[in-house]
């Protein structure tokens, strides 16, 4: 079992970054490949990236390439995800989850992942 808990998000505007943060708590962190999805309103929750257990391996979305990076700190049991030339539809609930599969798989569906946070609001305005 872990624990995940979003913050860093916030209103920004058109161009502007925000960097968010996902605490864990609970097992050890290393085990869990982690992973950031998003939801805007009326839309399904949809994959931003994930990161390896080593933090080793990323993938990402398309349409983040380039903007936005995943990243992770063991020791702190905090995975991130800095986010650039951020655009007003990048706004939506940003969730980190993690993937307790022994797998060195980066997936991108979210029926794979076992574990939630609440999710942090990020609100770009153009």
């Known amino acids: 079992q872990v624990q995940l808990v979003e913050s860093g998000g916030g209103l920004v505007q058109t161009g502007g970054s925000l960097r968010l943060s996902c605490a864990a708590s609970?097992?050890?962190?290393?085990?869990?490949?982690m992973g950031w999805f998003r939801q805007a309103p009326g839309k399904e929750r949809e994959f931003v990236a994930a990161i390896s257990r080593s933090g080793t391996r990323k993938d990402y979305a398309d349409f983040v390439k380039g903007r936005f990076t995943i990243s992770r700190d063991n020791a702190k049991n905090t995975v991130y995800l800095e986010m650039n030339s951020l655009k007003p539809e990048d706004t939506a609930v940003y969730y980190c989850?993690?993937?307790?599969?022994?797998?060195?798989?980066?997936?991108?569906?979210?029926?794979?992942?076992?574990?939630w946070g609440q999710g942090t609001q990020v609100t770009v305005s153009s």
């Open positions: 609970g097992r050890t962190f290393s085990l869990y490949t």
């Open positions: 989850a993690a993937d307790a599969t022994p797998s060195f798989v980066l997936y991108r569906s979210r029926g794979q992942y076992d574990y």
